[in-house]
C-alpha cells in the first residue's frame, strides 16, 4: 500500500509540474510565497492559541 500511494502522490505533483509549465507558473516560487503565507498564518494561530508571542517567521 505505502509503495502504491508513493507512486500516486509522485504522480500526482508530476502532473501539477507540468500544468504549471504549461500556464507559465513559476512552482519553486509559487510554493516559497505560499508556504511562508501559511507559515505565518499558522505562527499568528498558535501565539494567539498559546497566549505567547510568536516565533521566527518559518517561510520567508
Known amino acids: 500500500m505505502h509503495v502504491e500511494l508513493?507512486?500516486?502522490l509522485a504522480?500526482?505533483?508530476w502532473w501539477v509540474f507540468v500544468?504549471?509549465?504549461?500556464l507559465g507558473v513559476d512552482m519553486?516560487?509559487?510554493c516559497k510565497t505560499?508556504?511562508?503565507k501559511i507559515a505565518n498564518g499558522?505562527?499568528?494561530?498558535l501565539g494567539k492559541a498559546s497566549g505567547k508571542p510568536t516565533g521566527p517567521d518559518l517561510g520567508g
Open 34 to 36: 505560499t508556504i511562508g
Open 11 to 13: 504522480e500526482c505533483l
Open 42 to 45: 499558522l505562527n499568528q494561530t
Open 6 to 8: 508513493r507512486g500516486k
Open 28 to 30: 519553486p516560487d509559487a
Open 19 to 22: 500544468l504549471a509549465d504549461k
